[in-house]
């Protein structure tokens, strides 16, 4: 495995956690997203882990300052990429902007860069052609909460060169990861086409007025055994995600109950600050033992 220098482009709720995660396991990191605002939050929430590194994994404070001292930050993208041997992608499940990220990323990366997507809902090969490097391009996916939640789907297209495939399967288990190959594109990877129709099923209940939140999330939880409700899964994924992946389904089918669900998590979530777990409210209040 070649790769030694990491950029994480996007400092999200998972692009952070990605980074951290691949600090701790003693890689140089350099984070970078769009503008100088987006990086004072990033280096906020990144040091938020520490926290979580500690009680989860009974890190040290020298093991999770030194992971933290590991990561650069920049909100200048040739910058940040100048030394990458791998670029991993965690910016906004958009696909138009997904599109011009890479149009810009394929002109100012070394020759030497394979790019990752870590898009959970979105296809490799649909960006493969704009980041003028398709054979070093495929999908990168983790899970949320990756110390805990250790799975990383490296997905090829068509055209991703093998060595390149390998090597990305490498680094994953390299950084703490099961690594799981998909040897075929899938839409949702394995996960997402076992977690999403789960999360989709319990909006629509919430939508159509069948039930409440905590209510869905009780039945799932008691007849399955599940640690989590629906509910609960998505206020950690963040409902700004949810939002988008939501809003995207309703312009591509025209469904009215999906325009309805884009239109309660943008009105009663995300214009009133309920983003889900990280800012302390979504559906539920943090921090909360829920029944």
Do not use: C
């Amino acid at each position: 495995m070649d790769f030694q220098n990491i950029t994480v482009a996007g400092s999200g709720v998972l692009g952070s956690q990605i980074a951290y995660q691949t600090a701790f396991k003693g890689f140089n990191v350099n984070v970078y997203d769009i503008n100088d605002e987006a990086v004072e939050r990033a280096k906020k929430r990144i040091a938020g882990l520490k926290e979580r590194y500690r009680e989860d994994l009974g890190a040290t404070e020298q093991e999770v300052n030194a992971a933290y001292n590991r990561i650069s930050f920049s909100a200048d993208l040739a910058h940040a990429v100048a030394d990458a041997d791998l670029v991993i992608e965690a910016v906004p499940e958009v696909v138009q902007i997904k599109t011009d990220f890479y149009k810009k990323l394929g002109a100012v990366a070394p020759a030497k860069t394979v790019f990752a997507t870590n898009s959970s809902t979105l296809l490799p090969s649909q960006f493969a052609e704009a980041t003028g490097r398709p054979e070093k391009f495929l999908a990168l996916h983790f899970a949320n909460e990756i110390w805990k939640n250790n799975t990383a789907e490296i997905m090829k297209h068509p055209g991703t060169d093998e060595k390149v495939f390998q090597n990305v399967i490498e680094f994953a288990k390299a950084i703490g990861m099961v690594a799981l190959p998909l040897y075929k594109e899938q839409p949702g990877y394995i996960l997402n086409s076992l977690l999403v129709p789960l999360l989709e099923a319990a909006q629509m209940l919430l939508v159509k007025g069948v039930s409440d939140v905590e209510t869905i999330d009780k039945t799932w939880k008691v007849a399955t055994g599940a640690p989590l409700g629906p509910f609960q899964i998505l206020d950690v994924v963040g409902i700004t995600t949810a939002y988008n992946i939501t809003l995207a389904k309703a312009e591509a089918t025209g469904n009215e109950l999906y325009k309805k669900m884009a239109d309660l998590f943008k009105t009663e979530y995300i214009d009133k600050g309920k983003l889900g777990k990280e800012t302390g409210e979504g559906f539920y209040k943090y921090p909360v033992t829920v029944s």
